[in-house]
């Protein structure tokens, strides 16, 4: 059974700077494309950064020059780095992973990131 593991999150400054990183319990990691989303109370869960098995980049208007993804497929891992945090970044961020080669999508639990001074 595949398992997409969250960590880093926590309670920051606004200005700070948070690191997420999403582990991926699967026998071939290079084969999905992966994506950080987040939920802010009361909002519907959006995307924030994505990063493709060719190593393209996607990233929401609302992070863009502030946030990076990056993938480590040796390590099945996928980071979050965060700078210039907002109090308007604070929300749930979740971690995809969706395969390249089938349908097959899996969510991790969740990790909260709470900008705030």
């Known amino acids: 059974q595949v398992q997409v593991v969250e960590s880093g999150g926590g309670l920051v400054e606004p200005g700070g700077s948070l690191r997420l990183s999403c582990t991926v319990s699967v026998r071939v990691f290079g084969i999905l494309n992966m994506g950080w989303y987040r939920q802010a109370p009361g909002k519907q869960r959006e995307l924030v950064a994505t990063?493709?098995?060719?190593?393209?980049?996607n990233y929401a208007d609302s992070v863009k020059g502030r946030f990076t993804i990056s993938r480590d497929d040796r390590k099945k891992t996928v980071y979050l780095q965060m700078t210039s945090l907002k109090p308007e970044d604070t929300a749930v961020y979740y971690c995809?992973?969706?395969?390249?080669?089938?349908?097959?999508?899996?969510w991790g639990q969740g990790t909260q990131v709470t900008v705030s001074s």
């Open positions: 995809n992973a969706s395969s390249a080669m089938s349908p097959d999508d899996y």
């Open positions: 990063v493709a098995i060719t190593g393209t980049r």
